[in-house]
């Protein structure tokens, strides 16, 4: 069994569409979000020189940047991003004790705009510290052939796997971090995944049936596994 030395996780909304980000802001306040996780905005910092602009400018620009809360307590980061009508949903150190804050926060504020959202993606991240081991995931005639290879700092391997009964398409990354025979230290890898589901065509009713799947912990559980698969891969078979 690989232990992760952590896992951080990234819930995108596509086209999650508010007139404007302050809209965003109220049906926060109304719906006692802010409250019930502890979210808190934060100050927008404009980069540049010279004299500060009036208040009603910094106002009017406060518009076209995105709008970010963070939660002291859960550690969860939420972005609305206006420009890109999108909504995304960061969390750090993310495990199976903190995994419910988390999906009750992504249920109740993607329900604000469920019949427009038109696909949701989901990226999880893990770091593994595999110590000598090595990950074989390159097949070994081609490694022997290329010169050198093992003295490569870095590699990335991508695996688009389609599963059309889920309308989901799940991109692996497997990246090894440091280490290696080179460099005498121990390997550290990471598995990245995005999972994208397509819901443009979907009900609202079906939508709400396909975000509870989607931010099911099976779908956690369904990315530890593939780690597992992936990183079993190695030379100490």
């Given at each position: ?7 951080k996780a ?11 980000p ?164 121990n ?23 396909k ?27």
């Amino acid at each position: 069994m690989f232990e992760p030395l952590n896992i951080k996780a990234t819930y995108v909304a596509i086209n999650y569409n508010f007139t404007n980000p302050l809209e965003f802001a109220e049906k926060l306040e109304s719906k006692n979000i802010l409250n019930k996780y502890g979210l808190k905005l934060q100050e927008a910092k404009f980069a540049g020189q010279g004299p500060v602009p009036p208040p009603q400018v910094i106002s009017d620009l406060r518009m076209f940047v995105p709008f970010i809360y963070i939660s002291e307590d859960t550690s969860i980061e939420v972005i609305y991003s206006q420009n890109e009508f999108k909504l995304y949903i960061n969390k750090q150190d993310l495990n199976h004790d903190n995994y419910s804050d988390y999906y009750s926060l992504a249920h109740d504020i993607l329900d604000f705009k469920l019949s427009d959202i038109s696909a949701i993606g989901i990226n999880y991240s893990a770091e593994f510290n595999l110590g000598k081991t090595k990950l074989n995931l390159i097949n070994s005639d081609a490694v022997n052939a290329i010169k050198d290879f093992n003295r490569n700092k870095t590699f990335e391997f991508v695996l688009p796997i389609e599963y059309k009964e889920r309308d989901l398409l799940a991109t692996y990354r497997i990246k090894k971090l440091s280490g290696g025979d080179e460099a005498h230290d121990n390997r550290v890898y990471e598995v990245k995944v995005n999972y994208h589901f397509d819901l443009s065509k979907m009900s609202t009713a079906d939508k709400a049936k396909k975000v509870e799947e989607i931010l099911s912990v099976e779908i956690y559980d369904e990315f530890l596994e593939k780690c597992q698969q992936f990183l079993s891969v190695n030379n100490e078979e």
